[in-house]
């Protein structure tokens, strides 16, 4: 039974508040192990409230976890990219799939970023550069189709929304998104303004 008393401290992304020891003792012993609102029986994907998801786009991502390439053209002049803000790695995939933010729950975060290590350490002209490679891509696609569907909000921008990966991955999870939010779209020409209605 829920208790209904005064010092509610957990409140569920359908809007409910409950206290956090009552609503995981309800969630415990749910018919089926279903996690649902005891009052509205929506869907409960955290017991922390509303979980967020950053995704940035490809360049960020390689610019903080680069994948080592066979070869290197110096002199070429690439284009300004930037680091994720140390206040935002929190909320940002790519650095909870690769086990870099402290007490956040991924059980496949850590054969990410085991796989990553290997990645790295392994020579880019060896004969085994593809098979790591491929175990890599492998995990990490694993992590991100944990964080996905663990998200309540996922936050991206029109860059982040044309991963190839993302609409991809919506579809085999078979994630459904409820609301969609365009941010920067004033900055974007008008097809791109429209990337992230595709999901």
Not at 1 to 17: E, L, P, Q
Not at 158 to 181: D, F, H, M
Request: hydrophobic share 35%; with cysteine; net charge neutral.
């Amino acid at each position: 039974a829920i208790c209904w008393g005064d010092g509610c401290n957990a409140i569920t992304f359908c809007g409910h508040v409950f206290h956090r020891h009552c609503l995981s003792q309800a969630l415990r012993a749910a018919v089926g192990g279903h996690r649902n609102c005891p009052v509205c029986r929506a869907n409960l994907k955290s017991m922390d409230g509303m979980r967020l998801l950053r995704v940035y786009s490809n360049d960020t991502e390689s610019l903080e976890f680069p994948i080592p390439r066979a070869y290197r053209y110096d002199g070429v002049r690439e284009r300004r990219r930037f680091a994720v803000p140390e206040e935002m790695r929190r909320f940002a995939l790519h650095w909870r799939i690769h086990n870099k933010v402290g007490n956040h729950f991924n059980p496949r975060a850590a054969a990410c970023e085991a796989a990553y290590n290997n990645l790295v350490a392994c020579d880019p002209h060896g004969p085994d550069i593809e098979a790591v490679r491929e175990a890599y891509f492998e995990a990490r696609q694993e992590a991100r189709s944990f964080e996905l569907q663990c998200c309540n909000v996922l936050l991206a921008t029109n860059c982040s929304c044309r991963c190839g990966w993302l609409p991809q991955l919506l579809q085999k999870e078979n994630l459904e998104l409820k609301q969609v939010i365009v941010d920067e779209c004033g900055t974007a020409p008008e097809p791109e303004t429209l990337c992230p209605l595709t999901l």
